[in-house]
């Protein structure tokens, strides 16, 4: 069974930057075989894809944090990382990863983002 661990998130000010990581374990494949995601449930939203790598590291961030968010992967370490600057108040939210191909995995815990004064 696939397990995956987010960490990273905090409380952070407008303007200011965190760098999340996500540790995944337990891949029928290896690591590197999957295309990997992050993505972010603000309050009363839905869970929506913020940026997404594919197996070669090509990126594709959601409009909404394209130039202030940046994916990456380390295949060797089965992790994926969200470096995110220029926070606003808008970028509130659990954030997770995952496979972005269905079936998705079991979604992990999450790790809190919050940005504010």
């Known amino acids: 069974q696939v397990r995956l661990v987010e960490s990273g998130g905090g409380l952070v000010q407008p303007g200011g930057s965190l760098r999340l990581s996500c540790t995944a374990s337990g891949t029928p494949l290896g690591f590197s075989s999957y295309a990997m995601g992050w993505y972010r449930q603000r309050p009363g939203l839905q869970r929506e894809l913020v940026a997404s790598?594919?197996?070669?590291?090509?990126?594709t961030p959601a409009d909404s944090v394209k130039g202030r968010f940046t994916i990456s992967r380390d295949n060797a370490g089965n992790r994926v990382y969200l470096q995110m600057n220029s926070l606003n108040a808008e970028d509130t939210a659990v954030y997770y990863c995952n496979k972005i191909r269905t079936p998705l995995w079991d979604w992990g815990q999450g790790t809190q983002v919050i940005v504010s004064l």
């Open positions: 790598i594919n197996h070669i590291g090509l990126t």
